[in-house]
């Protein structure tokens, strides 16, 4: 069965960090590029991160450039998003994405992290 299950939200004060984890299975996990999307009430679906299958390359959005770290270890079939310096505009729920690299249009959602930063 194909599994993405997040981890590692909760709250935090402001300035603090958080490492938010997302379990993979049932698919081949190298083979998939990773990414961290966060919606906030009220606002659009954003795309934070992104790591390529091997981990060679990253993206990030540039509200989180400097602050968080986006990382894979795929002998545990395991992405990460380090946040640091948290803001409590980074308040929301966070999911994790999978997409292959070489099956066209086949994506996997986890179910999502609440991340509340309070002020």
């Known amino acids: 069965q194909v599994q993405l299950v997040e981890s590692g939200g909760g709250l935090v004060q402001a300035g603090g960090s958080l490492r938010l984890s997302c379990s993979a299975s049932g698919f081949t996990f190298s083979s998939y590029a990773m990414s961290w999307y966060r919606q906030a009430p009220g606002k659009e679906r954003e795309l934070v991160a992104a790591?390529?299958?091997?981990?060679?390359?990253?993206n990030y959005t540039d509200s989180v450039k400097g602050r968080f770290t986006i990382y894979r270890i795929n002998a545990r079939s395991t992405v990460y998003l380090q946040m640091n310096s948290l803001k409590p505009e980074d308040t929301a729920v966070y999911s994790c994405?999978?997409?292959?690299?070489?099956?066209?249009?086949?994506?996997?959602w986890g179910q999502g992290t609440q991340v509340t930063v309070s002020s």
């Open positions: 994405n999978a997409n292959s690299d070489f099956r066209r249009g086949v994506s996997y």
């Open positions: 790591i390529s299958s091997t981990g060679g390359r990253t």
